[in-house]
Structures are given as structure tokens and as C-alpha cells.
């Protein structure tokens, strides 16, 4: 699905994004916008949130530096939802990875959404 990152450019189905996104496991993909570029609190994740999805996987930039307050962490696993944070190249992998084995193992399709800072 996602094909491609680097400092702010991403490549998802062949289509370029060039701000921050909101990746669904259905292939949607949505602005991400956020009130603080380098925050993310519980307002920035709500529409991930809406979803229901059983995993989020927060990509924080090429060099880590958007922070996940304690605040959005609490409120996503609040509802029984994994999270995972990492530097945004990893980050997509693990979407990559979390998306496909879970068609293969399993037969159906995880509820993931990525959440990806694509500069800092």
C-alpha cells in the first residue's frame, strides 16, 4: 500500500502526498491536520478514533521529533486500542507489515490506521 517516504513525500497506491496523512486499512487517506505540528494530542487523534480500529500506528517524523502527549496515549488505549509510535520510516513499515499479515494469517484484514508526520 504504501510505497514509498522520504522527508516530506509520501507514495501510497502511486499517488504523491506531501503533508502529513491519516491512513486507513480500507485505503483511505485523509489530510492529517493537527493544532501543533509537533504534537499530538487527543483532539489530533479523534478522527482515528472514530473508526474503531484495533491498532494506531503514529510515525513522528524522519527524526522522531513530533512528541505523542501522555494524554492521546492514555485516551487510545483507554479504549483497548494498540498503539504504536515510532519514527515515521518504521512506522510505515510497520503499518505495511501489520496490514498485509493479517490478510495472510489470519484471513482477514486488521483495523489499522496510520498517522504520519512526513518532515522533522
Known amino acids: 500500500m504504501i510505497e514509498e517516504y522520504k522527508?516530506?513525500?509520501i507514495v501510497i497506491d502511486?499517488?504523491?502526498y506531501n503533508q502529513d496523512i491519516e491512513v486507513r486499512w480500507t485505503g483511505e487517506v485523509l489530510d492529517w491536520q493537527r493544532d501543533e505540528s509537533h504534537i499530538i494530542?487527543?483532539?489530533?487523534v479523534l478522527s482515528a478514533l472514530?473508526?474503531?480500529p484495533e491498532t494506531i500506528v503514529i510515525g513522528t517524523g524522519e527524526s522522531g521529533i513530533a512528541q505523542v502527549t501522555e494524554r492521546a496515549q492514555k485516551e487510545i488505549e483507554a479504549r483497548g486500542i494498540k498503539l504504536i509510535i515510532d519514527k515515521t520510516e518504521q512506522a510505515i513499515k510497520t503499518f505495511n507489515v501489520?496490514?498485509?499479515?493479517?490478510?495472510e494469517?489470519?484471513?482477514k484484514q486488521e483495523k489499522v490506521i496510520g498517522l504520519f508526520?512526513?518532515?522533522c
Open 7 to 9: 522527508f516530506g513525500l
Open 14 to 16: 502511486g499517488k504523491i
Open 41 to 44: 494530542d487527543v483532539e489530533d
Open 50 to 52: 472514530e473508526q474503531n
Open 98 to 103: 501489520r496490514k498485509e499479515e493479517s490478510l
Open 105 to 107: 494469517e489470519e484471513g
Open 117 to 119: 508526520h512526513l518532515t
